[in-house]
Nanobody, 115 residues
Framework: QVQLVESGGGLVQPGGSLRLSCAAS????????MGWYRQAPGKEREWVAI???????NYADSVKGRFTISRDNAKKTIYLQMTSLKPEDTAVYYC?????????WGQGTQVTVSS
């Protein structure tokens, strides 16, 4: 059983930046992919970004060019660098680890973009 713990959320003004981290309790090298999702109030959870075990990345159109996902296998951590933040980026951000079998989810970290 691997635990995922997100951190780095907070309140930021429009146009600002934040870096989210997702630390795993165990090795992440065997996960086929890890990703970030978000859920805004009253909305369904949506996919934001993904990074595979070989480092390939992909992004939702809404964040492409503004967000960057990365991973550090030695630190057992993935990151989401968010820039040019908009009020519509406000949500709880979740980390997900995928493998053959059930996926693992973190507990989420709140990101609020407001002036």
């Amino acid at each position: 059983q691997v635990q995922l713990v997100e951190s780095g959320g907070g309140l930021v003004q429009p146009g600002g930046s934040l870096r989210l981290s997702c630390a795993a309790s165990g090795s992440i090298v065997n996960f086929s992919a890890m990703g970030w999702y978000r859920q805004a109030p009253g909305k369904e959870r949506e996919w934001v970004a993904i990074i595979t075990s070989i480092g390939s990345t992909n992004y939702a159109d809404s964040v492409k060019g503004r967000f960057t996902i990365s991973r550090d296998n030695a630190k057992k951590t993935i990151y989401l660098q968010m820039t040019s933040l908009k009020p519509e980026d406000t949500a709880v951000y979740y980390c997900k680890a995928e493998q053959l079998g059930p996926a693992y989810w973190g507990q989420g970290t709140q990101v609020t973009v407001s002036s």
